[in-house]
Structure formats: C-alpha cells, structure tokens
Nanobody, 124 residues
Framework: QVQLVESGGGSVQAGGSLRLSCAAS????????MGWFRQAPGKARDGVAA???????TYADSVKGRFTISQDNAKKILYLQMNSLKPEDTAMYYC??????????????????WGQGTQVTVSS
C-alpha cells in the first residue's frame, strides 16, 4: 500500500517561508507525477503545483514566483518551498501521486494516492 506522509506545516507571519515535505513509501518516483494541493475551510481543494518524472513543473497562478516544487528521487521525498507567504495561503496542504500519468493529470487532481495533510497558517 502506497503511503504519503506530509510534514513541515506550521504557523508563520506574512512574508515568511515554509518548506513542506512529503515522504513516499511503496511508490516509485521515476514514473508518473506528483502534486501539492490545498484546501481552505469552506472551499474546494485546488491544485498548487505538480511535477512529473522528467522534472517538468506547473503551478497555480496564485503561487507562481513564490512556491517551488521539487523531488528527491533517491530519498523519495516531494518538497514544496513556499516563500513570501500570504494570509490567503492559509490552508491544509496535501500531497498526491499518480503513477504513469502526465503532469496535467496530477495537477487536475485525478490522482490515485493522497497524504493526510499538513496545516499551514499565515498571519498578517
């Protein structure tokens, strides 16, 4: 059974930074795609960023230039570096994965595996 475990969330002031990590077990990083999603209270879960096995990436317009998605294939860890955080970035953040899939598939949320989430709170 594939497991995705997020960490690195927390509380930070606006303008600060956080790095989220997602450790994967029983999942092969060299295939498919992975992504980060977020869900604020009362809102739908939205794609934040995604990366495929070739290292190609895509981002939501709201985070372009501030967030960076990356992965360490050897360690099987997915990262999301978040800089210049804003109060509107406050949400539960989830990582997700889908083997043998293109970048857009992951970013659209059509994934097979989800983590349990990590909370990010940005205060003004």
């Amino acid at each position: 059974q594939v497991q995705l475990v997020e960490s690195g969330g927390g509380s930070v002031q606006a303008g600060g930074s956080l790095r989220l990590s997602c450790a994967a077990s029983r999942y092969t990083f060299s295939t498919g795609c992975m992504g980060w999603f977020r869900q604020a209270p009362g809102k739908a879960r939205d794609g934040v960023a995604a990366i495929d096995s070739d290292g190609s990436t895509t981002y939501a317009d709201s985070v372009k230039g501030r967030f960076t998605i990356s992965q360490d294939n050897a360690k099987k860890i997915l990262y999301l570096q978040m800089n210049s955080l804003k109060p509107e970035d406050t949400a539960m953040y989830y990582c997700a994965a889908k083997p043998y899939a293109a970048l857009g598939i992951c970013f659209g949320g059509w994934v097979d595996y989800w983590g349990q989430g990590t909370q990010v709170t940005v205060s003004s």
